[in-house]
C-alpha cells in the first residue's frame, strides 16, 4: 500500500465505483424498457433480481455449471420445482470496454429467441432480468456438455461429429435468413442430449446486418478467436464463414478444448500454409480417407484469407448433407469438382 494511503481512501474509492456502476444498471434499465416490448402471449416472463436469486440460491457455486463468454451459466429451480438454466452476462472490476456492448448482446439475443419461428438448436426462453443484473432464463433442463470423455473418439466419432456439425451449419444459415450474423460459436458452448442433438447457449455477439456489408471484413483473423477484438470491424455472412471453419476444425480434432490461441496458430498454420490436412487422423477409418479430405477442403474453403473467395453458408451446408450419402453409396468423396459446384457462391 503507498505510505499516506489507508484504508478510508480504498473504501471510498470502492464505493464511489459501485454507486457509478448502480446508476449504469439504472440507466440500462431505463433504455431495455424502450426498447424490449414485450406481448404477454408471448409467455416470456419479465423476473425480478429477487426472483433469480431464489431460483439459483443466490447465485451459489453449486449452481454454477460452466464460464460463459462473458458470464455464467447457472441451473436453477423456478418455484422450486421447475428446472431451468441462467445465463448471465458480468460486470466486474476492473471495467473493461467489452461490457459496454454487454446490453446489446442481451437485447438481440432476446430478440432473436423470442421470434415465432425460434430454431431447434437455440434454447427456448422462459424470461430474462435487467434488474441490477443482465440475465435470461431459458426452458430448458441442463443435460450434457461437451468436454472430457463426451469428446473421445469412443463416445463422439466421426458420424456423430458430422451430424453436429451439420446441425450448426444449418442454424448459421437460418440466422443468415434473418440477417443475422453469430459472431463465432464455441464447441464448449453447447448443450446436447444423448443422440446428440445440439443447444447453443452462447454467442461471440449476435449482430443484425443488411446486404450492403456482405462483403468485406476489418478484422476477419480475430473474428475466430475467443478475444475482446471480436466485434472490432464489419461483421458479415462472410466473416461467419471463416468463423463455421474454426468451429469445423474444433469439432473434427480430438483435442479441441486446449489453449485457444496456440490451437488458432497451428490452425492458420495448417489451413494457409501448411498440409491442408485438419481433421484428426484417429477420428478415420480404414477406407473413409477420401471423407476426412473432403472436410479438410471445406475448411479451407471457409477460412480463406479473402471474404469473397469462401462458400456461402448455404454451399456449406449443402456439402455437409451430401458427405453422409456419398458415404451410404459407397463413394467417399465427392471429388473436386463436386465441391466446387457446391462450395459455389450464389
Known sequence: ??????????????????????????????????????????GVELY??????????????????????????????????????????????????????????????????????????????????FQTVLAVVYDEKPTKFLSGDDLSVENFGLDKRLYVATQFAKLVVWMHERHISCGFIRLDKVMFDEDFNIKVFDFGFIAHFSE??????????????????????????????????????????????????????????????GDKKVVDKALVQVGHEDLANSLNSLIVACMKVKPDERPNMRGVLACLLSLPKQRKRGLNTMGAQGLQILLRDE
Open 1 to 42: 500500500m503507498p505510505p499516506g494511503l489507508g484504508l478510508g481512501p480504498i473504501a471510498e474509492m470502492f464505493g464511489n465505483l459501485c454507486r457509478t456502476y448502480k446508476e449504469k444498471m439504472e440507466e440500462e434499465n431505463s433504455l431495455f424498457k424502450m426498447k424490449l416490448h414485450i406481448d404477454p402471449s408471448d
Open 48 to 129: 425480478s433480481y429477487e426472483e433469480l436469486n431464489a431460483m439459483t440460491n443466490n447465485f451459489n457455486k453449486g449452481n454454477e455449471i460452466q464460464e460463459t463468454l462473458f458470464g455464467k451459466l447457472y441451473r436453477g429451480l423456478v418455484n422450486g420445482k421447475t428446472e431451468v438454466l441462467i445465463k448471465t452476462w458480468e460486470f466486474i472490476l476492473p471495467p473493461h470496454r467489452v461490457f459496454n456492448d454487454h446490453p446489446t448482446r442481451f437485447i438481440n439475443e432476446i430478440e432473436m429467441l423470442m421470434g415465432g419461428d425460434r430454431h431447434s438448436t437455440l434454447m427456448k426462453l422462459k424470461g430474462f432480468c
Open 212 to 273: 450492403a456489408d456482405n462483403k468485406y471484413a476489418i478484422v476477419d483473423v480475430a473474428l475466430s478467436i475467443d478475444a475482446y477484438e471480436v466485434y472490432d470491424g464489419i461483421r458479415t455472412k462472410k466473416s461467419d464463414v471463416y468463423v463455421f471453419g474454426v468451429l469445423l476444425a474444433d469439432v473434427f480434432t480430438i483435442n479441441a478444448q486446449g489453449n485457444i490461441g496456440s490451437r488458432f496458430v497451428w490452425l492458420v498454420g495448417t489451413v494457409q500454409g
